[in-house]
Nanobody
């Protein structure tokens, strides 16, 4: 089992920045691919970004490409989501998630593909 814990959410003005962290514990030797999702009020949970376990290959949703960066340190834990040029439409609960197994390059993962989830951290962007 892998436990995930997010931190770093909060209130920021439009145009500002936040950095979210996701710390894994438990069976951290598992080869998990780390992913961020978000869910805005009344909307479905949507993919934001992913970084693969082995080569650190990244994938982004079109809506955040060029503004958000997913990264990790050499220990592969924690994983960060640097969010710049934030917009009110980025307001959501951000969830860290992880999955094992095959990664298909360029294929956006779905929530059902995830094996582990954090409890989420709220990001609010004011206009």
């Amino acid at each position: 089992q892998v436990q995930l814990a997010e931190s770093g959410g909060g209130l920021v003005q439009a145009g500002g920045s936040l950095r979210l962290s996701c710390t894994a514990s438990g069976a951290t030797t598992s080869r998990v691919h780390m992913t961020w999702f978000r869910q805005a009020p009344g909307k479905e949970r949507e993919f934001v970004a992913r970084i693969t376990w082995s080569f650190g290959t990244t994938l982004y949703a079109d809506s955040v490409k060029g503004r958000f960066t997913i990264s990790r340190d050499n220990a592969k834990n924690p994983v960060y989501l640097q969010m710049n040029s934030l917009k009110p439409e980025d307001t959501a609960v951000y969830y860290c998630a992880a999955h094992t197994g095959v990664v298909y390059p360029g294929v956006v993962p779905t929530p059902s593909r995830m094996d582990y989830w954090g409890k989420g951290t709220l990001v609010t962007v004011s206009s």
